[in-house]
């Protein structure tokens, strides 16, 4: 059963595009009185809906360093720090789609929402339960979002093929064409074969090849043109999104290896 591999914190690099800012799954920010005030717009109603009335959490975070020219699809290690803002718990208004946060800080880069639990008694902390949206503030903040996004589809194509390899007691990675069979095709023209592992996908498509053995990759292409990857062979772990690796296996037990298991 292969190894999986997550990632917590994944890399970005300056866009060679520009990508949106300032507005996310219809949540705009602007300021009054110089605090960051979230606005729901009508787009967004069902997101406000689920959150109306609930505690929050709004994280704002700078991202170090400011600028960063992307490297090469070697594999390096090129994580991007970031520094999160103070986080209040706030009350959703029932009425009005609107949270204002009362931070006036400049600089952020973007801001998220997250639902969370009622506190835990013995601690009186509250857990975070849900992202609800996430809206990027400069082309930094774009770039991060998008890339970390998509870095967590990559992910997802390893779980899912790690478990399709587990239901069909494989001993190595999947072919695509198994996983084609196995439930994959829902993702229909977005899952494609790369033609090597170190092929590049269309803009769009998540790209994956196995030679069923001990040899898998995954691709991705980001909004602003960048191949992320994920490649392992055997022991040997090769990715552009690394940042915190978590080398998991189904059975829940954590291992120093990122090998595929046998």
Not at 208 to 226: E, I, K, M, P, Q
Request: charge should be positive.
């Amino acid at each position: 059963m292969a190894a999986l591999v997550f990632l917590a914190a994944p890399s970005t690099g300056v866009a060679q595009t520009k990508l949106p800012v300032g507005e996310a799954d219809g949540v705009r920010i602007v300021r009054e009185h110089g605090a960051i005030v979230l606005v729901f717009t009508q787009r967004a109603a069902k997101l406000y809906k689920r959150i109306a009335g609930r505690v929050v959490e709004v994280e704002c975070v700078e991202q170090e360093p400011r600028q960063r020219p992307p490297r090469a699809d070697t594999g390096g290690n090129d994580v991007l720090r970031g520094q999160g803002g103070g986080v209040e718990p706030l009350r959703v208004p029932k009425h009005g789609r609107k949270l204002v946060t009362g931070d006036r800080k400049r600089g952020w880069d973007y801001c998220e929402v997250w639902l969370t639990a009622p506190p835990v008694r013995r601690h009186g902390d509250r857990q975070r339960v849900g992202l609800i949206v996430s809206i990027p503030l400069t082309q930094i903040g774009a770039v991060f979002l998008d890339e970390k996004s998509k870095a967590r589809e990559l992910v997802l194509v390893l779980v899912g093929a790690s478990l399709v390899a587990e239901k069909r007691h494989l001993l190595g990675w999947p072919t695509y064409e198994v996983l084609r069979a196995w439930g994959f095709r829902k993702l229909g023209s977005r899952f494609v074969r790369l033609d090597s592992p170190t092929g590049t996908p269309p803009a769009g498509a998540i790209g994956y090849w196995s030679d069923g053995d001990d040899h898998v990759a995954v691709a991705v292409l980001s909004a602003s043109g960048r191949r992320l990857f994920i490649e392992q062979d055997a022991d040997a772990l090769s990715t552009n999104v690394t940042g915190y690796i978590f080398i998991w296996r189904p059975q829940g037990n954590p291992v120093n290896d990122a090998s595929p298991g046998r």
